[in-house]
């Protein structure tokens, strides 16, 4: 496999979340690395968060296993137990299945980046704070009816 030219994967800024759950993502730039490649069991992407970016709302997952390693800047990660500041070098993980909402959010004054791995069966999962899950048929609240 030859090197990856990250210069080919054009970054988005999007979400799929329904308003007004969307409005924390306005900072999320993301590359799809492992689309990109043609991977079919490994997620890779490399986001940057623009200061007040959200990774994501607060969430966990059914069956896929997350893996988090921050490259530059500064995150604060959001989970169950609380907050951590996270810098260049740190790598948190998260066990399929395991109710412990978590997201990553940049209160600094400058861009952070960091690759995120998931490997598993992406059925869906849920958000820790807000009526929302996901799944195949997209995003419901909790009760299952659409949003």
């Given at each position: 496999?030859?090197?990856?030219?990250?210069?080919?994967?054009?970054?988005?800024?999007?979400?799929?979340?329904?308003?007004?759950?969307?409005?924390?993502?306005?900072?999320?730039?993301?590359?799809?690395?492992?689309?990109?490649?043609?991977?079919?069991?490994?997620?890779?992407?490399?986001?940057?968060?623009?200061?007040?970016?959200?990774?994501?709302q607060?969430?966990?997952h059914?069956?896929?296993?997350?893996?988090?390693?921050?490259?530059?800047?500064?995150?604060?990660?959001?989970e169950?137990?609380?907050?951590?500041?996270?810098?260049?070098?740190?790598?948190?993980?998260?066990?399929?299945?395991?109710?412990?909402?978590?997201?990553?959010?940049?209160?600094?004054?400058?861009?952070?980046?960091?690759?995120?791995?998931?490997?598993?069966d992406d059925?869906?999962?849920?958000?820790?704070?807000?009526?929302?899950?996901?799944?195949?048929?997209?995003?419901?609240?909790?009760?299952?009816?659409?949003?």
């Amino acid at each position: 496999m030859p090197k990856l030219d990250l210069a080919s994967i054009t970054p988005v800024c999007r979400t799929g979340y329904p308003a007004p759950f969307d409005r924390q993502m306005a900072g999320r730039w993301q590359q799809r690395i492992g689309a990109a490649l043609g991977l079919d069991h490994l997620g890779a992407t490399l986001v940057t968060l623009k200061p007040g970016g959200w990774s994501s709302q607060r969430h966990w997952h059914f069956g896929e296993d997350e893996l988090v390693v921050m490259l530059s800047g500064e995150a604060v990660l959001v989970e169950d137990e609380g907050e951590t500041v996270l810098g260049p070098g740190d790598i948190c993980v998260w066990k399929a299945g395991i109710d412990n909402g978590h997201c990553l959010q940049n209160r600094s004054e400058a861009d952070c980046a960091f690759l995120a791995l998931g490997a598993g069966d992406d059925s869906g999962g849920s958000y820790s704070d807000i009526d929302m899950k996901w799944g195949p048929g997209g995003f419901t609240r909790k009760d299952g009816t659409p949003y």
